[in-house]
């Protein structure tokens, strides 16, 4: 504890907030190495069995995190320190992985959307915080930023899931003469 946060008082950062990110189910006790809190990263996608074709459905690994984010949720309560529950869009790294790439098919809008509809139920009540990865993962087939498959659809999804009662809205995008 003393040796992250000397260095960071060190360097005149005296309130840094230490996160620890992990990708699997088990939460390791990072209370012990001085975190603050825990995240997550792909929880249900690291230790499964792969198909033939190195996929995996989406919708399959929905109630994996649920049961993830209820157990790092219950293990950060027990270190004492702060839980903050990631969705996660998707996997797909053929483009850099080529033959031996693995993915998640059917991470659309609308199944990334129930993704996010949990985290509010996961989310530590002190800290009040949620991630979304990733806002632009290309490489690895994971991003929310507006697209051509599915243009805003993403977006729309954190904004149905957060605030339900938000209403219609208008996605802006660049005219001709903008670019």
């Known amino acids: 504890l003393d040796g992250m946060r000397g260095v960071a008082r060190s360097f005149g950062h005296p ?3 230490f996160v620890a990110v992990q990708n699997n189910p088990w939460l390791l006790d990072y209370a012990k190495g001085g975190f603050d809190c825990a995240t997550s990263y792909a929880y249900g996608f690291c230790d499964v069995s792969w198909g033939k074709d190195r996929s995996l459905p989406y919708e399959e690994l929905i109630p994996r995190h649920a049961d993830a984010f209820a157990n790092a949720k219950r293990l950060t309560a027990e270190q ?4 903050i529950p990631t969705a996660w869009v998707g996997w797909d790294d053929a483009g850099r992985s ?3 790439a693995v993915r998640t098919r059917g991470n659309t809008p609308e199944a990334f959307e129930r993704m996010v509809e949990m985290l509010p139920r996961y989310a530590d009540p002190k800290l ?3 991630l979304v990865e ?3 993962e290309w490489g690895e087939g994971g991003a929310v ?3 051509i498959q ?5 977006l729309d999804a954190i904004r149905r899931a957060i ?4 209403g219609e809205h208008v996605d802006f995008v660049p005219t001709g003469g903008e670019l």
Request: proline fraction near 7%; charged fraction near 15%; charge should be negative.
């Open 15 to 17: 309130g840094v907030y």
């Open 80 to 83: 004492h320190i702060g839980y």
């Open 98 to 100: 080529r033959e031996h």
């Open 128 to 130: 009040n915080l949620a």
């Open 134 to 136: 990733a806002w632009n």
């Open 145 to 147: 930023e507006p697209g």
């Open 150 to 154: 599915y243009g805003f659809g993403y």
């Open 163 to 166: 605030v339900p009662e938000g």
